[in-house]
């Protein structure tokens, strides 16, 4: 079984930084992308930020310049830097991770629980 747990969130005025941190464990073989998601009450799911194993990273045109995404591959945890949160980020941040659990599986896609991210202006 494969879990990933995200942790960090929290209430933040406008301005402010947060830091995300997502860690998977279980059985796992390897972790190919890594990234972030959120939704905002009544909006869709959407892309914040991915990563790779290698280190490719690929943000929405939002958040570029104030979203860092980083992963430590030792640790299965990926982190989402937050800096200069506006109101509009307020959203439950979800991770999610292509995981294959043992080298002759096939990789699946699985999702944390969500972390809530509030930011007052």
């Known amino acids: 079984q494969v879990q990933l747990v995200e942790s960090g969130g929290g209430l933040v005025q406008a301005g402010g930084s947060l830091r995300l941190s997502c860690a998977a464990s279980g059985t796992i073989f390897s972790i190919n992308s890594m990234g972030w998601h959120r939704q905002a009450p009544g909006k869709q799911r959407e892309l914040v930020a991915a990563?790779?194993?290698?280190?490719?990273?690929n943000y929405a045109d939002s958040e570029k310049g104030r979203f860092t995404i980083s992963r430590d591959n030792a640790k299965n945890t990926v982190y989402l830097q937050m800096n200069s949160l506006k109101p509009e980020d307020t959203a439950v941040y979800y991770c999610n991770a292509d995981i294959k659990r043992t080298r002759w599986s096939i990789v699946n896609n699985y999702w944390g629980q969500g972390t809530q991210v509030t930011v007052s202006a």
């Open positions: 990563i790779t194993s290698g280190g490719s990273t």
